[in-house]
């Protein structure tokens, strides 16, 4: 029974590495759930999960799912503490946490780029899950830890990338790097890196500055002090005038 459990996990992530660009180590996102049934369980998911996907795991959670075991007490303190050991993987609810489940739903949007797991018990979850192409489901039933099979929506997309009506999100990585390698669209690192060019002066600046023509008309001022010499000369020579008539 075991062999026949990894044999059908090994198929799945196959289709999933090669349609969608899964590769190693296979970041695996917990629920409070997934961590309440396997602690029920006995299951040593550390120990067990790299056994069963035959390959290297990281063991993830988000904070919201921290903040949900906090709030929901005593009843949940064991999966607080598996959850607690994870890595914690930033989301984008850092003012104002979210329910576990949205946050993980969040977490593989856009075509789940990060490559996540979602490991969870919840049903409504999974089936959102499901809805979204290129995203590995993994459960627990009967003690035992399950990679889901590809979904319809999943295989759906396959199908429709394999006869050109899309491009998937892994083509399309691989497409831009091809691209960067070749020199054909420019890295954004090697932009920032890229220096300003060293530009010569202004030709503007470096004309002479023009002299400011003086202004050849007399002033006002300088036509009243004119004014007074002539009228000095003018009545110092009728006072010798009237000394030489005397004389």
Known sequence: MKITRQKHAKKHLGFFRNNFGVREPYQILLDGTFCQAALRGRIQ???????????????????????ELETLGKDLYGAKLIAQKCQVRNCSHFKNAVNGSDCLLSMVEDGNPHHYFV?????????????KPG??????????????????KTVAF????????????HEKQSIKQ??????????PEQRRKKRKKVSGPNP????????????????????????????????SKVISEKQNTEG
């Not at 396959?158 to 999100?169: C, H, N, P, T, W």
């Not at 091809?178 to 890295?187: A, D, F, R, T």
Request: glycine content about 2%.
């Open 204 to 235: 503007l600046s470096c004309l002479k500055k023009k002299k400011k023509t003086q202004d050849t008309k007399p002033s006002a001022s300088e036509k009243k002090r004119k004014r007074k010499r002539i009228r000095n000369r003018s009545t």
């Open 158 to 169: 396959v199908k429709a990338v394999e006869s050109g009506q899309l491009v998937s999100v």
């Open 119 to 131: 490991a969870s018990q919840d049903q409504n979850l999974s089936m959102k899950v499901k809805k």
């Open 45 to 67: 998911l550390r120990e067990q999960l790299p056994r069963y996907l035959m390959a290297e795991t990281q063991l993830c959670t988000t904070r919201c799912v921290l903040k």
């Open 135 to 152: 995203v590995p489901l993994m459960f627990i039933i009967q003690n035992t830890i399950v990679l889901d099979k590809p979904s319809p």
């Open 178 to 187: 091809l691209k960067e390698e070749q020199g054909l669209v420019k890295n």
